[in-house]
């Protein structure tokens, strides 16, 4: 029986490490990519004059951030998830935390959201049709002498707010909103409108004043 042979050395030599693409430069250089391209749709958000994000592309991003178009797509596959991460990026800038709303502070975080919104180019929408324009003044000079002969001794600017707010509440969008928004039916919209106009009146029949409640007005 013969013995088995020998065996030599293999000619194929062992696979060579291969280099490793997750180093920490690798990563900082990707966060910093994505950073730009955030901060650079942020821009673009700022500077449109009304909310339609259409204009907010890939390529207008790229070209803002100075990146390609394929460099923003392979950082976000979509405009959807490009929009998500935008949105989040103004909540921050915003300094309010949906997650931790607590109702003793609503007001203090509507103010700063507010003031927070006013850094945005998007002008308010005016009513523009003759029409229509016409019919929202003699709306607004109505509520505003319904409020005053309600108000003796209030001064003028008190009484603009009280019939501002029931403007709020006759404006269609509200009465939308409620119904789109919240998926009210039509009765329950207007359940919830005429309990905020009775909470209202009822601040105005007993006297609470918008500037008393809040000095800064």
Do not use: C
């Not at 915003?94 to 998007?122: M, Q």
């Not at 709020?168 to 905020?196: C, H, Q």
Request: aromatic fraction near 8%; proline fraction near 6%.
């Amino acid at each position: 029986m013969n013995p088995p042979p020998k065996r030599g050395k293999s000619k194929h030599k062992a696979p060579a490490e291969r280099r490793r693409y997750d180093s920490p430069l690798r990563r900082q250089r990707a966060a910093d990519t994505r950073e730009r391209i955030i901060a650079a749709a942020a821009e673009i958000v700022h500077g449109l004059p009304t909310w339609d994000w259409k204009v907010l592309t890939f390529r207008a991003v790229g070209e803002r951030s100075g990146v390609t178009e394929r460099t923003v797509h392979r950082y976000f596959s979509t405009e959807r998830k490009l929009r998500d991460a935008v949105v989040q990026r103004l909540l921050e800038e915003s300094g309010v935390a949906l997650d931790h709303i607590e109702l003793r502070d609503f007001a203090e975080i509507a103010t700063r959201v507010f003031v927070y919104l006013s850094s945005f180019a998007v002008s308010p929408a005016a009513v523009t049709d003759p029409t229509f324009a016409a019919v929202d003044q003699h709306r607004r000079d109505a509520l505003l002498g319904a409020v005053a002969r309600s108000t003796r001794g209030w001064s003028e600017s008190d009484r603009q707010i009280a019939a501002a707010m029931l403007d709020l509440m006759w404006n269609p969008p509200t009465y939308e909103r409620l119904l789109a928004a919240w998926g009210f039916d039509s009765k329950r919209a207007l359940g919830a409108i005429t309990w905020v106009i009775g909470l209202i009146e009822e601040a105005v029949r007993k006297g609470r004043r918008p500037s008393a409640a809040n000095p800064a007005i």
